[in-house]
């Protein structure tokens, strides 16, 4: 096994070079949906204890962009029948009847089907009328395919503030569809998790912000945002 190499001055210094200007700034949720993070209904599911801390500083986050002038856009996932656990690798797994999360069973060939009750958005994220749906994602990559990239350009906001899940899968994709297309990409600790276990969770999170972009706590979120008040209004 590889020596674990730390990078935490680099981490720390890039953080403290990160300044963000509220007009600049997006928040963008991920697959904030029962099929993900509600623990009776979910098909892939989140560990329990993970749902409710992703889905409280989820909406800790949404309060503070609407305090600050952020625009809001929710990002989900259903699949329909033919998109339905078609990957070979998604297919070979079903076939074999193993589970995606290691903690719980899963039930992928019925994933968050158009109109199914896994497919809505958790009942308690806060979604106001004012924010923007991109419901057309059918892959880990939230750009792939959607108007996200379009809508980020028209509304001028070049940098991400993410939260949803999984880390490993439709987060770092979606960081990765961002970072290829010149966006700013942070994620918020608070507001992430993974079904597929903690390891590769933090995997993706030392993964991004060695390469990607920033991964910030609310504190620290919150903290740059009232130094740009701050600076403004000297």
Not at 129 to 136: M, P, R, T
């Amino acid at each position: 096994m590889a020596d674990l190499i730390d990078r935490s001055n680099m981490i720390e210094r890039m953080k403290n070079a990160l300044a963000l200007d509220p007009a600049d700034c997006a928040v963008l949720t991920i697959d904030c949906q029962r099929g993900n993070l509600d623990p009776q209904y979910a098909s892939l599911p989140v560990p329990e204890p993970e749902c409710k801390r992703v889905m409280a500083g989820t909406n800790r986050l949404l309060a503070l962009a609407r305090a600050n002038g952020i625009a809001v856009v929710h990002a989900s996932t259903v699949w329909e029948r033919p998109l339905m656990a078609t990957h070979p690798f998604e297919r070979a797994m079903v076939e074999l009847k193993e589970s995606f999360t290691p903690h719980k069973s899963s039930n992928f060939a019925h994933h968050k089907s158009p109109g199914s009750i896994g497919g809505q958005f958790m009942p308690d994220l806060d979604i106001q009328s004012s924010d923007y749906i991109v419901d057309s994602k059918r892959t880990f990559d939230s750009f792939h395919g959607t108007p996200l990239e379009m809508l980020l350009r028209a509304m001028n906001r070049n940098t991400l503030l993410v939260a949803g899940c999984n880390t490993n899968t439709c987060v770092l994709a979606t960081t990765f569809g961002g970072y290829n297309r010149g966006f700013r990409m942070v994620l918020i600790a608070e507001c992430v998790a993974s079904a597929y276990g903690n390891d590769v969770h933090e995997f993706a999170l030392a993964n991004i912000q060695r390469r990607l972009g920033w991964v910030l706590t609310l504190n620290e979120l919150s903290a740059k945002l009232a130094g740009r008040k701050s600076v403004a209004s000297a």
